[in-house]
């Protein structure tokens, strides 16, 4: 089992930042991606981004050239820099883990944007 901690939501006005940040524990060998999704009042979970373990990152098309992730060289925690927030951005952002095709989810953190 892989257990996923979420940290660093809050709220904040439109053209801020926030840092993000996800803790992995548990049996963390093996995992070979890891990423933020995020669900926005009464719509589906979406991706954000993701980073593979050798490093190779993806992003959303709406928050390219806005959210960096990132992660430690331990490979146990996931950072989220999003900067030039805006109001859609508001939404529970989750952390999600792969390995060995299964997905682990955080409890999420939530995000608003004020405008």
């Known amino acids: 089992q892989v257990q996923l901690v979420e940290s660093g939501g809050g709220l904040v006005q439109a053209g801020g930042s926030l840092r993000l940040s996800c803790t992995a524990s548990?049996?963390?060998?093996?995992?070979?991606?890891m990423g933020w999704y995020r669900q926005p009042a009464g719509l589906t979970r979406e991706l954000v981004a993701t980073i593979t373990r050798p490093g190779i990152t993806n992003y959303a098309n709406s928050v390219k050239g806005r959210f960096t992730i990132s992660r430690d060289n331990a490979w146990n925690t996931v950072y989220l820099q999003m900067n030039s927030l805006k109001p859609e951005d508001t939404a529970v952002y989750y952390c999600n883990s792969q390995k060995l095709a299964v997905n682990y989810w955080g409890k999420g953190t939530l995000v608003t944007v004020s405008s």
């Open positions: 548990g049996f963390i060998s093996g995992i070979n991606t």
